[in-house]
């Protein structure tokens, strides 16, 4: 309620101002709407369910490395001895077939789609909000009038 007295205050300050098209009040309203913006931010992250799930068919890498200096003291010989010894692996792993990967892939794509889903459907409720208060602000203009 308070979200549409605002955008009601608003209108009617730029169609006392500038006389603005309802298109031209559906781009602020999209610019400022929290409830959009909000709408907007949750389809972004839907998106990234997307390239989650197609990571999920990527080969897994993992490298490692070990390096280390030893001294070597004999008390016999009384000789020191100073010596290195490096290590390295790197493991790539792709695995053919994994039931688990193949669920999670069809699960992220759900997800986008629902985010997008749910986007057209937050334009959809903005786009009647908008037009409610457009519609309202210029009949309180004619019963003024």
Avoid at 36 to 41: M, P, V, Y
Avoid at 46 to 52: A, F, M
């Amino acid at each position: 309620m308070r979200n549409s007295l605002l955008l009601a205050f608003m209108m009617s300050a730029c169609l006392c101002a500038s006389a603005a098209s309802l298109g031209e009040i559906y781009k602020l309203a999209q610019d400022h709407d929290a409830q959009f913006a909000a709408a907007r931010e949750a389809y972004r992250a839907g998106l990234e369910k997307r390239k989650q799930a197609q990571a999920l068919y990527l080969p897994s890498v993992t490298a490692t490395a070990n390096v280390r200096s030893n001294k070597d003291f004999s008390t016999l010989t009384r000789v020191q001895r100073n010596y290195g010894s490096n290590t390295g692996a790197l493991s790539v792993v792709q695995p053919l077939w994994r039931q688990q990967n193949v669920q999670m892939y069809a699960q992220g794509m759900l997800q986008a789609q629902l985010a997008e889903q749910q986007l057209q459907q937050a334009e959809q409720e903005l786009l009647l909000r908008v037009a409610k208060a457009y519609f309202d602000v210029l009949q309180a203009q004619d019963e003024t009038s």
